[in-house]
């Protein structure tokens, strides 16, 4: 008697544990397939999407483009045509939060800078988003104490003077010199500077602490000889001892 | 305990809270992507990671699929799906940042930072992409693959 109640029990218990297997393999599949057909049509949208931009953007170079002003005491508006390459340029201005405004004479064009200095303090996208920045801004950083600034120029020049703190990377042997000053450039708004107007030393060593991977750089494109007339901190030659 | 805590993870108004969360996160990012994939293609050159000759159609790409599963998830439609899209993304964005990080990279996270924000490469990124990394992975688990918008589907055909 004992025999016959213990059988169907096992029956049962195996059936159950059947039942349950099955439908979690099809719950895991059925999410990648979909997930796979909505990657396909994802794709499809960007390709669409890829080839409409490129044509407008193709429709945009070959029209000529017009910056417009508008003279408010006389209501008259101007055009000046300009090319494509302009247009690219006033939008880096942008980043750089530099605004180009028309005043009300239409002769005179004023470039105000809106100078919002916080945004020097944030990674740029690209080499030629480098902001260029003037002495108050550079004065700024100067005193803000988040900025290193770093003398382009010849070692020579840098040992006869230079911003007090800076650190000498001339832009010849900047590619080994950046490695050595890693701990003082980590998590700082490098500012580069040189001879000022004119001089590309900065930029060099700018770029070149861009492809080390620092991308909080700035350019001082006013540089030493700016910092000096505006008596600014400086080290002389025999400061230090 | 662990019943309890499984119970409140796969609760369908935790889930809910999560989709409309992540999905309106990922819609928010990628909506300022879209109309600039030149610069969103600057901030994935500037990881190094990828070779040159994907960045223009990744560029394009990414914000898409950020855009769809993101709409996909807050209207809880094929929420699985899109959740497990999302997890790999997030995947891959967590793996990304802690690579360069560890790199001694100081570049810009390339996330959220085409809505002003400040948005450097560091622990906090790397936390918050595991947060969220986290936080899909619920809705993998536990969710369903359905066109359910919140169960308004089953209302609407009862």
Known sequence: MPTKKTVPKKRTQKKQVVKAAKPQKADFIKPVISAVIILVVVAAIAATYSVIRTAQLKKQANSSQFLTLQDKEKNKTYQIPINPASVALSTTQQATNISVTTSTSPVAISTTAKKSYKELLKPVASKETIPRIDLDEAKYLYKSGKAVFIDARALTEYQEAHIAGAIPIPAGSAATDIPKFANVLKNKVLVSYCHGVGCHLSDKTAYALYDAGYRKVCIFFGGWPQWTQANLPITKKGDSK | ?158
Not at chain 2, 28 to 41: H, Q, R, V, W, Y
Not at chain 2, 66 to 89: E, K, N, P, R, T
Not at chain 2, 99 to 123: A, E, V, W
């Open chain 2, 1 to 158: 305990m662990q019943n309890k805590i499984i119970g409140f993870l796969s609760h369908p108004i935790t889930l809910a809270v999560i989709k409309i969360i992540i999905g309106g996160l990922f819609i928010i990012s990628s909506i300022t992507k879209l109309p600039n994939p030149e610069k969103f293609a600057d901030s994935i050159a500037a990881y190094k990671l990828v070779p040159e000759i994907l960045i223009p159609p990744l560029s394009i790409l990414i914000p898409w699929v950020q855009v769809v599963c993101g709409v996909l998830l807050v209207f809880d439609v094929y929420s699985q799906s899109a959740a497990l899209i999302l997890c790999g993304l997030l995947a891959v964005y967590t793996l990304s940042i802690t690579i360069d990080f560890f790199r001694g990279m100081q570049i810009d996270c390339g996330c959220f930072d085409l809505l002003g924000l400040d948005d450097t490469i560091g622990i906090r990124s790397i936390l918050r992409d595991i947060c969220f990394l986290a936080m899909t992975a619920l809705v993998v688990i536990f969710d369903k693959n359905t066109v359910n918008l919140y169960g308004l589907v089953k209302k609407i055909f009862k």
